[in-house]
T-cell receptor
Framework: RKEVEQDPGPFNVPEGATVAFNCTYS??????FFWYRQDCRKEPKLLMS???SGNEDGRFTAQLNRASQYISLLIRDSKLSDSATYLC??????????FGDGTTLTVKP | NAGVTQTPKFQVLKTGQSMTLQCAQD?????MSWYRQDPGMGLRLIHY???????DQGEVPNGYNVSRSTTEDFPLRLLSAAPSQTSVYFC????????????FGSGTRLTVV
């Protein structure tokens, strides 16, 4: 079993739709959690850190459920520019991060 | 502010050749790391460093060496290139223990023939 697992998708949604991604992790000692966005053939870029209390940034909301060991990302009012691969990242200690394989989102007109 | 700079952007090697991928950051980050990303997959950690003079292995260290003589630089050496090392390599940095995530370089696309 992988340490960090994501539904690979692809998710194909129309503009304006709401879409949610989940990510599960296996190490209960994990300390910090992130969502990154990666465009085709580009480097990953930090989208959001995920806090226990949940956090929101515009159309994006991230949630952490430590009891069930999963994090989620909700995108409201999807835009064409949201099309990308979304990577879930879990820091198991201060020195290492484990990346999920990514979930691909395509937003269509 | 350049952030994280990786060179070269593209490289073709013959099997058995050696080379060094360069990574430099100007943000005074203690933590630096190297990842490889194969098609359709996430990033896998090769080596990382929590400060000058300190390095450690990640998930897939075989065939790679690193050193960290300065805070700014973290080169990755391929000792004897193999076709299985064909991949995109990303360098990343952050403040140690940061909850602000990593800054990535733009990547090196390596092909071993």
């Amino acid at each position: 079993r992988k340490e960090v697992e994501q539904d690979p998708g692809p998710f194909n949604v129309p503009e304006g739709a709401t879409v949610a991604f989940n990510c599960t992790y296996s190490n209960s000692a994990s300390q910090s959690f992130f969502w990154y966005r990666q465009d085709c053939r580009k480097e990953p870029k930090l989208l959001m850190s995920v806090y226990s209390s949940g956090n929101e940034d515009g159309r994006f909301t991230a949630q952490l459920n430590r009891a069930s060991q999963y994090i989620s990302l909700l995108i409201r009012d999807s835009k064409l520019s949201d099309s990308a691969t979304y990577l879930c990242v879990v820091n198991t200690n201060a020195g290492k991060s484990t990346f999920g394989d990514g979930t691909t989102l395509t937003v269509k007109p | 502010n350049a952030g994280v700079t990786q060179t070269p952007k593209f490289q073709v090697l013959k099997t058995g050749q050696s080379m060094t991928l360069q990574c430099a950051q100007d943000m005074n980050h203690e933590y630096m790391s190297w990842y490889r990303q194969d098609p359709g997959m996430g990033l896998r950690l090769i080596h990382y460093s929590v400060g000058a003079g300190i390095t450690d292995q990640g998930e897939v260290p075989n065939g790679y060496n690193v050193s960290r003589s300065t805070t700014e630089d973290f080169p990755l050496r391929l000792l004897s290139a193999a076709p299985s090392q064909t991949s995109v390599y990303f360098c990343a940095s952050s403040y140690y223990g940061s909850r602000d995530g990593y800054t990535f370089g733009s990547g090196t696309r390596l092909t071993v023939v």
